[in-house]
């Protein structure tokens, strides 16, 4: 199993595969030590009524029930584990200044250069990565003229190493079987019109990035080979990092599509160039090489948290948009930049391409950007994108439901009790306050309309402060909300408030008498209701008439309504005043009998109005 590839056909390729013979006899080139390192990533009531107001308690209750959803901070358990890229790239940066170091003083060319020890070196940066399939892989640039010489090279220098990594890795294979199942020359896959795989050398190249060294040590299941000598300038997007590794001078990192066994999931490459002499920046040295580290994102998320732990969001979101990815051998496929995985304690699961989150959480998510190598990108070629990947940390309803335990609910449960108690016990109260309160006032303003019509409103006032001033109403005995007034006495010789008499005297006000002229005929003939309708319609019009002039009605007396003008409030024109007050109620008079015809008797327009005037 290779996480570089996979290809369908596998029957027909291996059968193709066992009648290939291979060509191996190219001439050995000249037996040299060679040596290279990987790279690292809101009606006005009497006065008494008033106090009475005063006196009450208004109890006002509002229970609310709130359940709160504590989120845990678990982006930081997260963040805090991930591996910094920014550091193993400059590890990188290191390692390829040591390579080209070791390769000048050696007197050593490119491409011609192996590398002791890789495996022990590659596992080493493997590791830095906290990825348990991590992969690094060493690729020489060799030029189309030297490509003869590389593959006799190639095959002098690859069982070394494959002997040296089969014993550091303890693996199951010798180093002569890895061998026999390498292909001893740079070479290509192809795939015919019935999609079977065709390996050929490359053609059409400006210059050739075979793999050279691996790690770890292994062959493709699928096709029965090994990736050893593997031609990758065909594969746009590997170029197109390749050519921003170029420009840049730099380590660069991009996504890609990683195969485990029949499924491929969204990873990433760290490509560090090397450069033939020890100083990358000088200008005028050459990259002749480039080391890679692939990575599943799914194995990176693995290990992250303890036991107990679970239902965490991961989206990693990526900067760039359209660029190539490699997804098998010799294919290449569009890439999303937008993974969303599950963590769940130790284990990790890609949900899929997109952002996958529950927006219901959306507001407690957590988000840092992840890795930046702070590209130039006026300095990338065109059409080309260094990604800036940003981590988002999102929880979900399992890791809310962790959270909610019956506790929360027994306690709401309790203070809802003791709340709901006192509620009805104040409500219980209130109302036992506000029926007695409402009998209360309802006599308060029966007697108070009642002095109203007797008094006018000034009188009333005084009667009320005169009162006051004896003793306050809150004072009497047998009176828990105080009933009102005490009971008037209107035997004896006791006035009604025990107070002096009220007695103003008015020197200037006029009286006007008017009696109905021809009633006392009118009514020996007319049944009791009509005289009190005849009555109450024509006195309740010169009331409305006595409003409008300021009159004050004294009483009504049978059939005489009596008024006066300049009491209680003095009037300095009071007799013209009154005149007007007569002659409106004649006329009013005359109205009202005739609309009363009709109710009354034919008789009731004959009634008419009398009037005097005293000054």
């Known amino acids: 199993m290779s996480d570089e590839h996979s290809v369908s056909s596998k029957k027909s390729y291996q059968t193709q595969l066992s009648k290939r013979s291979w060509n191996t006899s190219q001439d050995a080139s000249e037996s040299t030590s060679r040596h290279l390192m990987p790279e690292r990533e809101a009606h006005q009531t009497p006065e008494v009524a008033k106090r009475e107001e005063v006196n009450i308690l208004r109890a006002k209750i509002l229970v609310a029930l709130i359940i709160l959803l504590a989120a845990c901070g678990a982006g930081n358990i997260i963040a805090a584990q991930f591996v910094d890229v920014n550091r193993l790239a400059a590890d990188d940066a290191s390692i390829e200044s040591q390579a080209a170091s070791e390769n000048t003083l050696q007197n050593t060319s490119w491409p011609f250069y192996a590398v002791p020890d890789w495996s022990i070196k590659a596992q080493k940066l493997a590791m830095l990565t906290g990825v348990s399939d991590a992969t690094v892989s060493m690729y020489p640039i060799v030029q ?50 019935e999609n079977n795989p ?10 050739s990035i075979p793999v050279l060294h691996t790690y770890p040590l292994r062959f493709d299941e699928e096709l029965g080979i090994m990736t050893t000598m593997y031609e990758r300038a065909t594969l746009g997007g590997f170029m197109s990092q390749v050519n921003i590794a170029r420009a840049l001078r730099k380590p660069t990192i991009g996504f890609t599509a990683l195969i485990d066994g029949h499924n491929s999931f969204p990873g990433s490459q760290i490509m560090q160039p090397i450069y033939d002499t020890a100083n990358a920046n000088t200008g005028d040295n050459k990259m002749v090489a480039v080391t890679l580290i692939r990575l599943h994102w799914l194995d990176y998320f693995k290990n992250l948290l303890t036991a107990g732990e679970s239902g965490i969001v991961v989206v990693l979101e990526g900067s760039c948009e359209g660029q190539f990815a490699q997804e098998s051998l010799g294919q290449e496929d569009w890439l999303t930049f937008v993974m969303s995985y599950r ?51 999102y929880p979900s309803k399992d890791l809310e439901k962790s959270f909610q335990t019956n506790n929360a609910a027994i306690y709401t449960a309790v203070v809802a009790v003791i709340f709901i108690f006192t509620s009805l016990v104040f409500l219980l109260y209130d109302y036992f306050v506000r029926r007695r309160q409402t009998k209360v006032m309802e006599r308060i303003l029966r007697q108070d309309k009642i002095v109203a019509n007797v008094f006018p409103t000034a009188i009333r006032d005084r009667l009320y402060k005169s009162q006051r001033n004896l003793g306050d109403y809150t004072d009497l005995p047998n009176s828990g909300f105080n009933d009102g007034f005490e009971e008037l006495d209107f035997e004896g010789d006791s006035n009604i408030s025990g107070a002096a008499p009220l007695a103003d005297l008015f020197p200037s006000v006029t009286v006007v008498f008017a009696d109905i002229a021809g009633f006392t005929a009118w009514s020996s003939a007319r049944e009791p209701q009509q005289v009190f309708v005849l009555l109450e319609t024509i006195y309740g019009a010169f009331d409305k008439i006595a409003y409008r002039h300021n009159v004050f009605k004294v009483e009504t007396v049978g059939d005489c309504y009596v008024a006066a003008v300049g009491l209680p409030e003095p009037v300095d024109n009071h007799a013209p005043v009154a005149c007007k007050f007569a002659r409106d109620c004649l006329k009013k008079m005359k109205e009202v009998t005739l609309k009363l015809e009709v109710s009354l008797g034919p008789d009731t327009g004959d009634l008419d109005l009398r009037t005097g005037i005293h000054r």
């Open 144 to 193: 189309i003229d030297e490509m003869d010489e590389f593959n006799a090279f190639a095959a002098q220098a690859v069982p070394k190493w494959y002997q040296e990594s089969v014993e550091n890795e303890n693996n199951d294979m010798t180093a002569e079987e890895f061998w026999s199942k390498t292909i001893p020359f740079i070479f290509n896959i192809t795939f015919d019109s």
């Open 198 to 207: 065709q390996i050929a050398p490359p053609t059409g190249l400006n210059e």
């Open 343 to 393: 963590i769940d304690g130790q284990n990790a699961e890609y949900l899929g391409d997109s952002d996958l989150h529950n927006p219901k959480y959306d507001g407690m998510g957590v988000e840092d950007i992840f890795v930046d190598l702070g590209v130039d990108e006026s300095q990338l070629p065109a059409g080309s994108c260094v990604p800036v990947m940003t981590l988002h940390v």
